[in-house]
């Protein structure tokens, strides 16, 4: 099984010489409402330890071993950005400042280049209201500002929308997403820390941020490229994802076991 979906993530990575691989690294360790914090309705919902450093040990694998221009995190500027690759941990990952990477990415991506997005932190549910879900449940990531005031988690359906818009640019799509209800690469491997949160039941979070986001881009420019799409991740919906060890090697069971395989 290692073997299939580490080939189907290298060869996606694999673009012609005049393409390019563009990246959104998003990791949270730290929520503005988590459990002790001012707004906090969820006692059980609490900060995590190791998902701003897989961030940096993909990155580094990605850069030593693939030569991907990534950019480089330094005390100064936590959430770098380089044009061709954006950075976007704890603070700087909210809602609108995923949406808006992402888009920004497809807006300056052209037909033929591949687009990687990496997320790392709370992933959750969400009652399904569009009817698309066989089992009734949407999976979601967890923003930084998510589960206070009215800002909702990022649903698969919103992120299918800013996915679409890049294949029909000729953009073809890498997801790799280690949180809980994330794929169906790894099972619940139990102890250490889960990355669960509570379903969300906020309103529908069909909302106008992505619907906007997407209406700003450029029209689709003519092309006769057939765009793939693969996506990775580190637990089946209902499944848990964990991290475990002590800072500052602290990570992703599924991150760090994929930076090793990809170091192989």
Not at 4 to 29: E, N, Q
Not at 142 to 149: I, Y
Not at 179 to 200: E, K, N
């Amino acid at each position: 099984m290692k073997a299939l979906w580490l080939i189907a993530l290298l060869a996606s990575l694999g673009t012609p010489a005049a393409a390019a691989v563009r990246t959104v690294f998003v990791g949270i360790d730290s929520y503005r409402f988590t459990a002790g914090k001012p707004g906090n309705r969820d006692p059980e919902f609490r900060d995590l330890g190791g998902s701003v450093g897989d961030v940096a040990l993909l990155k580094s694998v990605l850069a030593a071993r693939w030569q991907l221009p990534v950019d480089t995190t330094g005390p100064g500027d936590p959430c770098p950005a380089t044009g061709a690759s954006i950075t976007l941990v704890n603070a700087c990952a909210t809602r609108a400042g995923i949406i808006a990477a992402l888009a920004g990415q497809i807006a300056a991506a052209r037909p033929g280049d591949t687009l990687l997005f990496y997320y790392s932190g709370h992933g959750s549910q969400a009652v399904d209201r569009s009817g698309t879900q066989a089992g009734g449940m949407s999976g979601t990531i967890v923003p930084h500002d998510g589960r206070g005031g009215s800002v909702n988690d990022i649903l698969d359906v919103e992120l299918r929308q800013l996915i679409d818009a890049a294949l029909a640019r000729g953009v073809n799509f890498v997801t790799i997403a280690d949180s809980c209800h994330s794929g169906s690469i790894t099972r619940d491997l139990g102890g250490g820390q889960p990355r669960l949160a509570m379903v969300d039941t906020a309103p529908p979070a069909y909302v106008a941020d992505v619907r906007a986001a997407v209406a700003r881009l450029p029209p689709p420019p003519a092309h006769g490229l057939q765009p793939y799409e693969v996506q990775i991740g580190a637990a089946d919906d209902g499944e848990v994802a964990r991290e475990r060890g002590a800072a500052p090697d602290r990570h992703g069971v599924f991150t760090r076991a994929l930076a090793g395989a990809m170091t192989e």
